[in-house]
């Protein structure tokens, strides 16, 4: 039987597994949908009242300290926690294992309400190091507003961890609540409070939002918490493999956050709005992934636990495979479309009030170079659930180390030309040889990576997606000529004639192309509708 016949079969066999991840991934990115289009509208007002200005900058800056630490602690915990509680739970039972969970929300309860303490006591000195830019008033705002975000961190630690914990009981909607209740709390603040004490607001919904975010997760859980102990037991087994899958972990995630530090360093020596034109460019590219391959990451792990703790490694290939296609097959058009209509894109949703021209070609710059990197962006929690699935943190952690070095080179080599692109162009290349080297690396753990049947399906995909930008970048030209429209609706009729036109050539030539992923989506999205269908009756 060749490669290509026993990946399809191997496809076929997995189909009803690919529905349930589908129907998992479906009701979280509905949800993460709602929620970045919440904080796109949150940034438009942001723009709108503030532009780039010196405020929106220390608002950037304080806020990256904040998701620095819960990103920091949801990368520790995800990896090491969650595939070690559904082992566990799967050798003792229910009521055992919710020994191993008391212990690790009372240990990190403690841990991290230090942590707070000593950052809010300190916090002048890590704006100082973070953006030694920053000067009289743009510092003294960033200290203030940081100061009330991390008030609310704590709290926000521990919904991490519940929301882990409904995580393994695959309730990965009621586990995004946390985010979905900070969003709102966040927007409300700015909105409401705008006018009475300016971008505080914004900080006094977030750190409002992050209190109550725990207690919907506690809710959720309601029918658990009476197996809670109120203790802490470091002689437990799966607490000393969690510590001892923590430590690579440890060096990689500080890589990893230390990145965003590293970003604000160096573009709080560039021009006033630098670090808000990275930040809105970013945001871009943010909200597509984070929107389908951040939710498909959370759902895969558990399923990916559950075949690695069956050491059935052929299967999880069979498994693995296809998503990663299939998000190739996603991501690739909308990053070539976003690319090719990236002015009209920012202009439409961002040039108003105080973000005028100057605020636009800035966050043009940074969208030029992130736009390219959103497939690499994509495929990297994918490739990252899969090792930690099979309990290794080691390498996700060395190649942590190799990323942040390679982009902080990347970052000095060009930043004398193309100033804060240079560190978007970082991020897009250091993250892309990040994902080469972690797919081949794979071969030590499952021997088949259908390496030529990946390496046609990618080159027919540059094809389609070098064609499909071609035609759009002459399609905008013709476009502009024709028509003469108001600024917004120029702008919004030339994205979506656009947008629809890029699609639209790429879903013809991967048909003619006989793209197989092609029939795995519509057969997968076939199967999800006739359950939703019969769910709804």
Known sequence: ??????????????????????????????????????????????????????????????????????????????????????????????????????TILNLMTVVFVLIIGLALLFTSQLIHLVAPGFQSERFEVAVGLTRLMLTGAGFFAIAIITGLTLNSYKRFLL??????????????????????????????????????????HLIGLRQYLPFYKFRINLRLEPVRKMFRLMLPLLVGISCIESRRLIDNFFASKLIIGSISALTFGYKLIEFTYVAIAEPLAVV?????????????????????????????????????????????????????????????????????????????????????????????????????VVTIVTHVTVIWLFIGTLDHGSIALAFTFSKTLKVVILFALLRRKIED?????????????????????????????????????????????????????GIGIFLISVFVMKIEEVHLILQTSKQFLTSFRKSAQ
């Open 1 to 102: 039987m060749t490669q290509r016949d026993s990946t399809t079969q191997a496809t076929v066999h997995n189909e009803g597994l690919f529905t349930k991840i589908a129907k998992a991934t479906g009701g979280m990115t509905i949800v993460l949908t709602s929620i970045k289009i919440l904080g796109f509208i949150e940034k438009q007002v942001l723009a709108y009242f503030f532009g780039t200005g010196y405020q929106v900058d220390a608002y950037f800056v304080g806020f990256s300290l904040m998701k620095v630490f819960w990103d920091f602690l949801r990368g520790l915990m995800s990896p090491s926690y969650l595939p070690t509680l559904i082992g566990f739970r799967g050798q003792v039972g229910e009521e055992k294992s919710w020994e191993f969970t008391s």
């Open 175 to 216: 586990a995004l609540m946390d985010d979905v209740v900070f969003k709102i709390s966040g927007f409300l603040g700015l909105v409401l409070l705008l006018r009475y004490i300016g971008i505080y607001g914004l900080a006094w919904g977030i750190a409002i939002g992050s209190w109550i975010a725990p207690v919907l």
């Open 300 to 400: 895969v792990l558990p399923y990916f636990s559950d075949l690695a703790l069956q050491k059935d490694h052929a299967k999880l290939t069979a498994t693995l495979m296809p998503i990663l296609r299939t998000v190739v097959l996603i991501f690739t058009p909308l990053a070539g479309c976003l690319f090719a209509l990236r002015y009209p894109v920012v202009r439409l949703l961002f040039e108003r009030g105080e973000f005028d021209a100057t605020s636009t070609n800035l966050t043009v710059m940074a969208l030029t170079f992130y736009a390219p990197g959103l497939v690499s962006f994509a495929l990297d929690v994918i490739l990252l659930r899969c090792y930690f699935s099979l309990s290794d943190t080691l390498t996700p952690a060395i190649m942590e």
């Open 449 to 501: 990576l259908h390496l030529r049947h990946n390496l046609w399906f990618l080159g027919k995909i540059a094809l389609t997606v070098m064609i499909m930008i071609g035609i759009l970048s002459g399609y905008q030209q013709i476009f502009l000529r024709i028509f003469d429209f108001p600024a917004f609706l120029l702008n919004a009729a030339l994205i979506v004639s656009g947008g629809c036109l």
